[in-house]
């Protein structure tokens, strides 16, 4: 009896002894947040032109990666501001993919008909789901040119109160990558 007691003990006393920091809770936050630092994973997709395309096209490339699907009202709300990042620092040598789960042929259809400039490479969902760098759709992602991920959040959004902030420093994340001035 004396030894199940020492052995419920250690089971659950002990582990609340060792803990010196206090708990973070899992939320979208800290999900990004962790992301920070950390290779991007290894991935094989299809273009919209149904060409092969692997994280090893981006090597040495500041990129955004959206993650996004037609169905997506957010992702959809949010294609104009990734227009204008696009449209502002493409020039710079900034790489914009769109990973998506709908098919190439679909993807480019809603391409053409919405305007939206990213490239778009579709994945399945159980490949954006092994990648474990999205934590919902949208999400953005900003990859320096070492392949590490520098900074992640949901939307973005740059007159929505709720995403102005995080999407504010996501840019100024990205000039800074690019090596442009701040604001």
């Known amino acids: 009896m004396k030894i199940y007691l020492v052995v419920l003990l250690s089971v659950f006393y002990l582990p609340l002894l060792a803990q010196d920091a206090p708990v973070k809770w899992a939320t979208q ?20 032109n149904k060409k092969a ?11 955004v990666i959206n993650f996004w699907f037609e169905k997506c009202p957010p992702c959809i709300a949010e294609m104009p501001e990734l227009n204008r990042l696009v449209t502002k620092y493409g020039k710079n040598g900034v790489r914009f993919i769109g990973i998506t789960h709908d098919a190439p042929a679909s993807a480019k259809s809603f391409q053409k ?7 778009i ?46 999407s504010i420093l996501f840019e100024e994340k990205l000039k800074v990558e690019v090596g442009m001035n701040s604001f």
């Open 113 to 119: 008909r919405n305007g939206y400039q990213y490239e």
């Open 29 to 48: 936050e800290t999900f990004f947040e962790d992301l920070a630092g950390k290779e991007i994973p290894a991935f094989k997709g299809l273009t919209i």
């Open 121 to 166: 490479v579709s994945l399945s969902k159980d490949e954006i789901r092994r990648l474990n760098i999205n934590h919902g759709f949208p999400s953005n992602v900003l990859v320096g040119k070492d392949g590490k991920i520098i900074y992640a959040i949901a939307n973005i959004s740059f007159t929505d109160p709720q995403f102005k902030a995080k």
């Open 53 to 63: 395309f692997s994280n090893a096209d981006l090597k040495n490339q500041v990129t």
